[in-house]
T-cell receptor
């Protein structure tokens, strides 16, 4: 299996622009997670889905952030408009089961907002 | 109550030595405690995990010690190797109803040759 696939791997954009991050989970996995990692705040869970349905989005920092999972093999995290403080590494992870199961992380997208 | 406190923030160990990373939690509803390992430029990967019904779990050179009464758990890396140099995260999960991991702040381990 190819593992969790994320694109792009690096994104540099200017403040105010829309940014879309993409994730393809491992085939057959039922849960998908979006995380943000920064030096200051560590690894933060933004939102997670189970069977394509958002379960908990309490970690989404602001209305500028939105996430969708239109089908079992694709999810997006969108930031509109982007701000310099959004600069971070964004990880997508998936797991087979919904509870207490191994989460498999993708390689991450390094986002820089100028 | 949802925090997982991890220490130390960084650790330098000589090759062959023992690396010890500690974590503490408050919420007794947590019932699944994984450790993740992250190399630079990569996503975290599960290293080893434990449930509170056992006090210790060992996988190769990696051991989790769990103290339920103290609400603490630790990762021990025996015979530490330069290839173990990475950031280690402890985490806690409520299990049962969710797979929502609460991560510690991470420990940057450097094993010197």
């Amino acid at each position: 299996d190819a593992g969790v696939i994320q694109s792009p791997r690096h994104e540099v954009t200017e403040m105010g622009q829309e940014v879309t991050l993409r994730c393809k989970p491992i085939s057959g996995h039922n849960s998908l997670f979006w995380y943000r990692q920064t030096m200051m705040r560590g690894l933060e869970l933004l939102i997670y889905f189970n069977n394509n349905v958002p379960i908990d989005d309490s970690g989404m920092p602001e209305d500028r952030f939105s996430a969708k999972m239109p089908n079992a093999s694709f999810s997006t995290l969108k930031i509109q408009p982007s701000e310099p403080r959004d600069s971070a590494v964004y990880f997508c992870a998936s797991s087979l089961r919904f509870s207490a199961d191994t989460q498999y992380f993708g390689p991450g997208t390094r986002l820089t907002v100028l | 109550q949802q925090q997982v406190k991890q220490s130390p923030q960084s650790l330098i160990v000589q090759k062959g030595g023992i690396s010890i990373i500690n974590c503490a939690y408050e919420n007794t509803a947590f019932d699944y405690f994984p450790w993740y390992q992250q190399f630079p430029g990569k996503g975290p990967a599960l290293l080893i995990a434990i449930r509170p019904d056992v006090s210790e779990k060992k996988e190769g050179r990696f051991t989790i010690s769990f103290n339920k009464s103290a609400k603490q758990f630790s990762l021990h890396i025996m015979d530490s190797q330069p290839g173990d140099s990475a950031t280690y995260f402890c985490a806690a999960d409520y299990g049962g109803a969710t797979n929502k991991l609460i991560f510690g702040t991470g420990t940057l381990l450097a094993v010197q040759p």
